[in-house]
């Protein structure tokens, strides 16, 4: 079970793009994930006439490790780690170390 999820508010701890925010668009594989509006890079595309593509430079979002991230804890406004408990009902849910909050409900 992973600790970050798809839509997660997460925060980047580490390289480029330290401390921005953003919430998470897309889990590439095990420790890549695709995060909105960080680690931006340019991309020269050429124009394709079958699929209406104009060419030119874009901007768009390059893969970071989960390793740089870290989950954004709204009441602290840092961020923070993630241990996961069961509830009573049998649920397995993720929660905040520094004061307990679950996050998935």
């Known amino acids: 079970m992973n600790k970050i999820r798809k839509g997660d508010e997460v925060i980047v701890i580490a390289g ?3 401390g921005q925010r953003g919430s998470v668009l897309k ?3 095990d420790g890549r994930l695709l995060v909105e509006n960080v680690n931006m890079v340019k ?3 050429k124009p394709n006439p079958n699929t209406g593509q104009t060419g030119g430079i ?4 390059s893969p970071i490790d989960q390793s740089n991230v870290m ?4 009441n602290t406004d840092k961020g923070d780690r993630v241990g996961f408990k069961t509830l009573e009902d049998n649920r397995k849910v993720r929660y905040f170390k520094s004061n307990g909050e679950v996050i998935d409900l």
């Open 58 to 61: 874009i901007d768009q979002e």
């Open 16 to 18: 480029r793009s330290k």
């Open 43 to 45: 991309k020269h595309q």
């Open 71 to 74: 989950i954004y804890n709204p």
């Open 27 to 29: 889990r590439l594989d």
